[in-house]
């Protein structure tokens, strides 16, 4: 019974690491598309 739980709490915490991990690198990409954007604008300007 005892492993169950176990197992029960490793889930959780890949989840909890998955997800922001995942929310990492939605925002890494998000600024590396800000930053490009605004290369682009300075060059243009």
Do not use: G, P
């Not at 029960?8 to 690491?17: Q, V």
């Not at 990409?29 to 300075?42: C, D, P, Q, R, W």
């Amino acid at each position: 019974m005892r492993f169950i739980q176990y197992l029960i709490e490793i889930n959780f915490l890949i989840d909890k690491c998955l997800i922001s991990h995942a929310h990492f690198l939605h925002s890494y990409s998000k600024f590396k598309t800000k930053k490009k954007a605004n290369e682009l604008l300075v060059e243009k300007l």
